[in-house]
Structure formats: structure tokens, C-alpha cells
């Protein structure tokens, strides 16, 4: 199981990045609706459970704007 | 800001929220695989001096990372940073610039640290061209290559850098690409470790100038075409010439121990401290 966190205001945007969505084995990543503020869009995902925790989107994503943890963690609000 | 934070973040400065590159440019990739390998090995922050020249791959260390950085003048981060070690050699001094400081403006000092073999990780981001000035021809620059400077294609032959400091004596070289990164970041873990001067070559995408001049496309279309065209160091020394057009060998292509030159600087201050004492005893 694992968790596949967008930090959306990271992205730069699928529209000229989109390295996480060409990377990802089983193409998890689907376009945004809404827009970061930054005007980016970023990803979504689609379904976290065919995911193999291969990490290429978060080691591949330019502005570090992806984290995948392994295991379901109950978010902690800071 | 989001409320969960990527784990690197707790290496980079907490009022810097964005890079400054364009999407989708390697550069990010590059920093990030620069802050994985610090933190796979356990190092502080505290012990680094980064520095970097001028050029958008320049922008990697400062002002993302939280440590000590030097963004210096365009081509000299080798020089400076050779100051930094020989000044205080218990830093760990990382350069990180572009193709166009450390090969063009900055390749002697490049060519002569690795012929002196200072104790400096270099991190080369080879995107091809000068990105941050608007996308002229740079001695990276494949041949043939149409740019604002070479409007009927560039005529020049491009240099193979990580070849250069072999030659030059390096003891640590390797090269790969935006499309390989854990190979990376394993490289500059090792370069990191190296006692003695390390480069690490990586060739990184540019999708505004390189891609606009190029019509190489869009990022991820870079990675694909560094995904396809790539090819290890080991399989490439039985190719000749011609079958490497277009290639891009990869790999760790060299990986020795030799004598260091901060080291030696600072066992002759400890030999002549001794000798001054014996002197002044008599
Ligand atoms: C002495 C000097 N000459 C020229 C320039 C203009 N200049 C700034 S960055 C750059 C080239 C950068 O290319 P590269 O190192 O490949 O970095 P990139 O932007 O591609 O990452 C040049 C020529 C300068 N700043 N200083
Ligand atoms: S970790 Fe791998 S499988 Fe999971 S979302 Fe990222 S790229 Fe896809
Ligand atoms: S790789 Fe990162 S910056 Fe690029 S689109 Fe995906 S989340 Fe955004
Ligand atoms: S111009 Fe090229 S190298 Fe510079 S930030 Fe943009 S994509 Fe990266």
C-alpha cells in the first residue's frame, strides 16, 4: 500500500512538464481541473492502489512536488 | 505552501518555495538527486560549500540549498571553490554549473583542478547550449545543430567533457543522464566520497532553448530520447565511431585512488609547523 502525495503548489504543470506522468509504470497520474496559484495544473491520481512504490515520479519530479510514503499514515495537520 | 513537505525540503531554505527554472527542466532533477545523495550518505548541510558559476544550472545550489553557497562569476566556480578547499579542507566542497561555465569560459580551471587532483565533487550540467542567455552554441552543442548563433547549423564539433578530464587525471568521472536518476545520485555519492576531484556529468534537458532550437519537443520527450539513445560505458568500447553517432555513453569511466592535493598541502603546513618548532628549540 502506499500514498502518493501532489504537493500542488510545487508542480510547474503537466502542460510542459508532465515527467511524472510519462514516468509512472502504471499510469497513475491523470491531468488536474483546477489550477495551482500559481497557474499551473498539476496532476491527480487516479487510484493509489496499482501503485509499486517504484518511486520514479518522486525521483523524477523536477520541483520535488511528489512524495510516495509506503505505508497509509493518517495525515497530521502542522 | 503545502502542509506536508517533501523529505528534501529539510535540505533546502525554507523561504525559497520555488526553483528557478522553467517546467520541466533537468535542473530539478539534477538538485534533487544532489540533496539525495547528502542525505543517503548522512551528511550535514553545515559541511558543504557550494559553489556554482553563472548560467540557469547555476541556480541549482543558490538560493535553493540551505548551506553555504558561492554563486560566483561566470566560469571561475572552480577556481573559487579551489580556494575554498585549500582554505578549509574539512569542508565538502561541491561545484554545480552548466556546460557553458565549466567547458567554454571555464575549461581551463576545469581541466587543471582534475590534472591537480583537489578534492572538489563537480556536478557538470550538460544541457547542450547556453540556456540562461537565450540559447547560443556551446561547446557541448551537437554538430550540425541549428542555434541563434549558428543559423545554418553549427559547424564546430562538440567536446566530450567527461573524456577531457579523464584524460586530465581525474580519479572519479561519470557520466548520465536527467533519464537516470538514482544512477546519479549513486555517482555523486561516490564522488562525494572520493578523496580527490570528481566530476559528474549530467546530461540534463532544456526544453525551452535546446528543445525550441532542437524540435527535440517537450521534456518528457527529452527523457525518451535519452532513454533510447544512451549506452553504457561497457558496451560502447567495443563500437567504432560511426555505430556511436548520437549516442550518449554512460556509466562510471573512471574510479582510482591517487595522492590529494589538500591533504598534501596540509601534511607540508604540519611538516615546516614542526620543523619551525625544532628550529625555534635550538
Ligand atoms: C564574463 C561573462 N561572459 C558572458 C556572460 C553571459 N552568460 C551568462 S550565462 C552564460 C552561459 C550559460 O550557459 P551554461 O553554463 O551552459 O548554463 P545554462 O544556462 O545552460 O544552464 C553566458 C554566456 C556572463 N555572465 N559573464
Ligand atoms: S511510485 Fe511508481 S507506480 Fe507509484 S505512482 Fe509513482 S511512478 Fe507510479
Ligand atoms: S513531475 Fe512534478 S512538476 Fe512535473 S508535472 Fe509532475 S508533479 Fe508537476
Ligand atoms: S532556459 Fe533551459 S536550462 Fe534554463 S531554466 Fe529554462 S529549461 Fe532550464
Redesign the interface.
Known amino acids: 500500500m502506499s500514498e502518493i502525495?501532489i504537493?500542488?503548489?510545487?508542480c510547474?504543470?503537466i502542460?510542459?512538464?508532465?515527467?511524472c506522468?510519462?514516468?509512472c509504470p502504471k499510469n497513475l497520474f491523470a491531468p488536474s481541473h483546477e489550477m495551482n496559484e500559481?497557474g499551473?495544473l498539476p496532476p491527480r491520481v487516479i487510484d493509489e492502489d496499482p501503485c509499486t512504490v517504484c518511486m520514479n515520479c518522486m525521483?523524477?519530479?523536477?520541483?520535488?512536488?511528489?512524495?510516495v510514503a509506503k505505508k497509509k499514515k493518517t495525515?497530521e495537520?502542522? | 505552501m503545502d502542509a506536508i513537505e517533501h523529505p528534501l525540503r529539510k535540505y533546502t531554505r525554507p523561504h525559497v518555495t520555488r526553483t528557478t527554472t522553467c517546467p520541466g527542466c533537468g535542473n530539478g532533477i539534477v538538485a534533487q538527486a544532489i540533496l539525495r545523495a547528502i542525505d543517503e550518505l548522512g551528511l550535514e548541510m553545515d559541511d558543504f560549500v557550494f559553489v556554482s558559476g553563472i548560467g540557469c544550472s547555476a541556480w541549482i545550489p543558490s538560493p535553493l540549498f540551505a548551506a553555504d553557497t558561492l554563486h560566483t562569476t561566470h566560469g571561475r566556480p572552480v577556481a573559487f571553490a579551489t580556494g575554498v578547499k585549500l582554505g578549509r579542507p574539512d569542508m565538502n566542497v561541491m561545484v554545480v554549473s552548466g556546460d557553458g561555465d565549466l567547458t567554454a569560459i571555464g575549461g581551463n580551471h576545469l581541466i587543471h583542478a582534475a590534472r591537480k587532483n583537489i578534492d572538489l565533487t563537480v556536478v557538470l550540467v550538460n544541457n547542450g547550449i547556453y540556456g540562461m542567455t537565450g540559447g547560443q552554441t556551446a561547446p557541448t552543442t551537437p554538430l550540425g545543430l541549428t542555434t541563434i548563433t549558428s543559423p545554418y547549423g553549427t559547424m564546430e564539433h562538440p567536446l566530450d567533457i567527461s573524456a577531457t578530464i579523464v584524460a586530465a587525471g581525474a580519479p572519479f568521472v561519470a557520466r548520465w543522464t536527467t533519464a537516470h536518476p538514482r544512477q546519479l545520485t549513486r555517482s555523486i555519492k561516490k564522488g562525494l566520497q572520493k578523496k580527490g576531484f570528481a566530476m559528474i556529468e549530467a546530461i540534463s534537458q532544456c526544453p525551452v532553448q535546446f528543445g525550441r532550437v532542437s524540435k527535440l519537443g517537450k521534456a518528457t520527450d527529452f527523457l525518451q530520447h535519452y532513454k533510447k539513445n544512451s549506452i553504457s560505458f561497457s558496451k560502447a568500447s567495443g563500437l567504432s565511431r560511426e555505430e556511436l553517432a548520437g549516442r550518449i555513453v554512460i556509466g562510471e569511466f573512471v574510479d582510482i585512488e591517487k595522492p590529494e592535493l589538500s591533504s598534501q598541502w596540509m601534511d607540508l603546513k604540519h611538516q615546516m609547523g614542526q620543523e619551525a618548532q625544532c628550529h625555534n628549540k635550538q
Not at chain 1, 502542460?15 to 515527467?19: A, K, L, N, P, V
Not at chain 1, 525521483?59 to 512524495?67: K, Q, R, T
Open positions: 502525495i504537493l500542488k503548489n510545487s510547474k504543470g502542460e510542459d512538464c508532465g515527467i506522468m510519462s514516468v500559481r499551473f525521483v523524477s519530479c523536477p520541483d520535488m512536488a511528489i512524495v495525515k495537520p502542522k
